[in-house]
């Protein structure tokens, strides 16, 4: 065993160090320049619409979901353990200026987003009258390999579907038996039964569930955070010049106590806002896919919000939460403080609200592992479809699997599991990336083809053409191969 878990730590550190940090923020760049900066015109009008749409109750189609619930699916996988304890770890060994570099992440990440949930919208599938769509798709169908998109498919099954959601269960359970003292059986009844009720009620219960819960989970967050902040306003402003002094001089944060560089600042913060709002790793277009909407741009706007929220909103919290409240303290080392990093924002709380502040934070955790476990399901299922079928059975038994995994994670010691899960999660982005660098002349052309439309008065795409469309010119190509002839372009 110590064997794998030493192989597995070598993979991750390559993946996570290395390859994912170039590739990631190096997609986000890359699309960020070929679509014109989007970040800075396309969010808040897309946030107003999505508003207007919330207020009205737009109504939706059985099988598909609302823009917003979409966008809450997506955010409920976002937002988990790794929005608090990760971010904290973040910090602890890469300084506060790690949380400005997070921010840079993010930044990029919107566009990287946006470039995934529209080709998710342009390459979904109808599948017993549901909607069907994700990475897998746009691989098979958009750069035409079957060999990738199984292989995505399938790390996403196991990073996603079992081995995430026993490290979000076993998140649950202990934070839960620390704050009130349940038994971990007792808690893993619970998580059961209410999961359970969840998945039976399929997408229809999925979404309602994020759509109620999410907005509630992160308002709820954010408000405890920003009280605490009140509470040490004092430490408000040393916090952000920490932030910004810390991005490209930690040498001079604590009198260059913390033993860290400007390289490992950089790499911790990248690196945790990569994965805390998982732009570019696959997960989220699965959701993305299946949302109603006029037009595949719409929705990729609406997925940017989703990265604002998870990391300037929820991140950005948990970062000021540590720094004003003292829990983060700069005058000792970096491999000191990485030693209680996964319990630095607990202490903040606590020095906030006082013993009230370690069990708000564990409602707050469950609550964010809860939509996760519920998210990841979602994103997992739609690759079981992919990979085996929709039949009834088959995602009835795929159900049966989650359950049992959730009560085994209840049970099992959750470093290494996480270690696996981020093993899967690398593994999984990066035929991801790939895609997205293949597919992304598609993707400004359907940018351009949404300004066009708005040009016009008229946001229109004809979903049912494109795939008939795109269907017909496949069987052209094959037909002309198979005759020595000049296929259809």
């Known amino acids: 065993m110590d064997f794998v878990k030493e192989i597995v730590g070598f993979v991750n550190t390559i993946l996570w160090d290395y390859i994912l940090i170039f590739g990631l923020i190096g997609i986000g760049v890359y699309m960020t320049i070929k679509l014109r900066f989007p970040q800075f015109t396309r969010v808040f009008p897309a946030l107003k619409k999505m508003i207007l749409d919330v207020v009205k109750k737009e109504p939706v189609e059985e099988g598909k979901m609302t823009p917003f619930q979409a966008l809450s699916t997506a955010v409920a996988a976002q937002v988990g353990t790794g929005n608090i304890v990760g971010v904290a770890t973040a910090i602890a060994a890469g300084g506060p200026g790690a949380a400005f570099w997070m921010l840079v992440s993010a930044f990029f990440g919107m566009t990287t987003i946006f470039s995934e949930s529209v080709l998710a919208q342009k390459y979904r599938e109808l599948k017993n009258g549901e909607l069907v769509g994700g990475p897998a798709y746009y691989i098979r169908n958009g750069i035409k390999s079957k060999k990738l998109a199984m292989f995505f498919a399938i790390t996403c099954i196991l990073a996603l579907g079992i081995v995430g959601i026993m490290v979000q269960s076993n998140s649950i359970a202990v934070s839960v038996s620390n704050a009130f003292g349940v038994p971990n059986f007792l808690i893993s009844i619970g998580l059961a039964i209410i999961v359970a009720l969840i998945l039976v009620g399929g997408m229809g219960r999925i979404a309602a569930f994020a759509e109620k819960i999410v ?39 604590g009198g260059g106590v913390l033993g860290i560089t400007i390289q490992q600042t950089i790499r911790f913060g990248l690196a945790r806002g990569l994965f805390t709002n998982e732009a570019g790793m696959g997960s989220t277009p699965h959701s993305h896919a299946v949302a109603d909407v006029g037009h595949p741009a719409e929705q990729g706007f609406t997925a940017m919000i989703g990265v604002f929220i998870s990391t300037f909103l929820i991140c950005l919290s948990t970062v000021m939460v540590n720094l004003t409240s003292g829990a983060y303290n700069p005058n000792i080392s970096a491999a000191e403080m990485s030693q209680s990093a996964t319990i630095m924002t607990q202490s903040g709380f606590v020095i906030g609200f006082g013993t009230f502040g370690g069990i708000f934070l564990s409602i707050c955790l469950t609550f964010f592992s809860l939509t996760t476990i519920v998210g990841w399901y979602f994103f997992a299922e739609s690759n079981v479809k992919y990979v085996f079928n929709s039949h009834p059975i088959t995602i009835a038994g795929f159900k049966a699997l989650v359950v049992v995994a959730l009560i085994l994670g209840t049970m099992i010691d959750a470093g290494f599991a996480w270690e696996l899960a981020d093993m899967f999660m690398g593994i999984m982005a990066l035929p991801n990336i790939i895609a997205l660098f293949l597919l992304s002349k598609e993707v400004v052309a359907m940018l351009n083809d949404y300004d066009t439309c708005v040009k016009k008065g008229r946001i229109y795409w004809d979903y049912q053409y494109q795939n008939i469309a795109s269907e017909t010119a496949n069987r052209g190509r094959k037909l002309g191969r198979e005759l020595g002839t000049t296929t259809i372009k």
């Open 215 to 253: 907005p509630f989970m992160a308002g709820f967050y954010i408000v405890g955070s920003l009280l605490v902040v009140l509470i040490n306003i004092g430490n408000f402003l040393p916090a952000i010049k920490s932030i910004f002094l810390g991005a490209f001089k930690p040498s001079a944060i």
